[in-house]
Each structure stands twice: as structure tokens, then as C-alpha cells.
Antibody, heavy 127, light 108 residues
Framework: QVQLVESGGGVVQPGRSLRLSCAASGFTFSSYGMHWVRQAPGKGLEWAAV????????FYTDSVKGRFTISRDNSKNMLYLQMNSLRAEDSAVYYCAKDRRNHLFRGALNYYGMDVWGQGTTVTVSS | DIQMTQSPSSLSASVGDRVTITCQAS??????LNWYQQKPGKAPKLLIY???TLETGVPSRFSGSGSGTDFSFTISSLQPEDFATYYCQQYDTLPPLTFGPGTKVDIK
């Protein structure tokens, strides 16, 4: 079955770095855009970043732009989020999620939201 | 950025009740809207896409409607497993891809 498993979360001091990983299985990973979505404790969902199926396009929300980098390795079915210069407000559960449409879909848009989510990995930024 | 609002922010209802949540976009997003359900400690689950299309395997008591800027989500007969938080999300324009603030449905 389609599965996403995140790892790499933990407790980190402000200003430090952390890399999250997401292992994908059960679908043709190289055909789908992939997202990172985060949720601060007790708060709503916040989209963080997306990467196209081949890694050629990347987009970020303003609050992480310049500090976070999304990447993927299609040969390993892996998605990554490199997080630098971490701040307390980056503390959250981070979910990786698969885009609902593959790149062959001839629609008006490039991304269609998320249909499969991982279980999340928790990042706590604290001194 | 497209802003999404939801109302109410929370509601209390009984099993069997009909529940409706509204979602409004700050600009026209056509029908590019998803609805998600999230239970405590769990990842969100896609229920409805393209504003009104039921995701495979989702019970038919869930439905969605709307286009442009105004959308609604309805549970026709609330079941015990439906107590959760529901989010709308627009995918017309990114970045950013934006979620509504959520509506928590709990037991009356």
C-alpha cells in the first residue's frame, strides 16, 4: 500500500540545523510532486514546501524561504527537508505528503493538494 | 496570498446530527478546494477534492459544494468516528498553498 514514513525529528537548539527524511513506498515516487506540511503544537496546518516530480521546481512558504531546502532522490524514493537557522517558531510536527496528481495529468495546475500523508516527525527548537 | 476562513471554529453536535462547515477564500479559486479530517495525534486524511468529489473509500455521508469563493462541507448524519477537526485547503495558487484555520467538531 502507499506509505510515507518520516524520520529525523528531534530537539535542536535555535540557530542549528536538522534534516528530515521521508521514505516513500507503494507508488511511483518519481511521478509525483511531494510536499512538507507542518503543524505547531495545538495549531492548524501550515504548508511549508513542495518539490516537483523531477526536482526541477521548488516552492516555499515565506517563513521558511532561504532557511529550508526541499530535495528528493528518486533513485531511493526519498524526500528530504534540510532546515537551517532553526527558530522556536519552527517547532512542529512535520508531515511529508504526496500530491494528488501525477505529472502526466493534463490539468490547469501543477499541484493539487495532498492525498497521502506520513505519520509525522516532531521537531522541537529549544535552548 | 489567498486567505482561507472557516466557520464556525468549533461546534458541538450529537450523533445523527447534520453538520455544515463553511469555508471562504479571499479570491476566486474556482473549485480548487480540498477538505481534510484530522483526529488528535494523527495525520490529516483527504475527504473531498475539487470542492465536491468524494475521495475513494470515504463514506457518502460526507459531501462538499461550492465554487469561486464560497464553499461548504456537510456531514449528513454525524457518526461517533467523525468527531475531529476539519480543514479546507485551496490549491489554486501557490506559493503558498493555504489551509483554513480548522473547525473542531466535538460531542454535545
Amino acid at each position: 500500500q502507499v506509505q510515507l514514513v518520516e524520520s529525523g525529528g528531534g530537539v535542536v537548539q535555535p540557530g542549528r540545523s536538522l534534516r528530515l527524511s521521508c521514505a516513500a513506498s507503494g507508488f511511483t515516487f518519481s511521478s509525483y510532486g511531494m510536499h512538507w506540511v507542518r503543524q505547531a503544537p495545538g495549531k492548524g496546518l501550515e504548508w511549508a514546501a513542495v518539490i516537483s516530480y523531477d526536482g526541477s521546481d521548488k516552492f516555499y512558504t515565506d517563513s521558511v524561504k532561504g532557511r529550508f531546502t526541499i530535495s528528493r532522490d528518486n533513485s531511493k524514493n526519498m524526500l528530504y527537508l534540510q532546515m537551517n537557522s532553526l527558530r522556536a517558531e519552527d517547532s512542529a510536527v512535520y508531515y511529508c505528503a504526496k500530491d494528488r496528481r501525477n505529472h502526466l495529468f493534463r490539468g490547469a495546475l501543477n499541484y493539487y493538494g495532498m492525498d497521502v500523508w506520513g505519520q509525522g516527525t516532531t521537531v522541537t527548537v529549544s535552548s | 496570498d489567498i486567505q482561507m476562513t472557516q466557520s464556525p471554529s468549533s461546534l458541538s453536535a450529537s450523533v445523527g446530527d447534520r453538520v455544515t462547515i463553511t469555508c471562504q477564500a479571499s479570491q476566486d479559486i474556482s473549485n480548487y478546494l480540498n477538505w481534510y479530517q484530522q483526529k488528535p495525534g494523527k495525520a490529516p486524511k483527504l475527504l473531498i477534492y475539487d470542492a465536491s468529489t468524494l475521495e475513494t473509500g470515504v463514506p457518502s455521508r460526507f459531501s462538499g459544494s461550492g465554487s469561486g469563493t464560497d464553499f461548504s462541507f456537510t456531514i449528513s448524519s454525524l457518526q461517533p468516528e467523525d468527531f475531529a477537526t476539519y480543514y479546507c485547503q485551496q490549491y489554486d495558487t501557490l506559493p503558498p498553498l493555504t489551509f483554513g484555520p480548522g473547525t473542531k467538531v466535538d460531542i454535545k
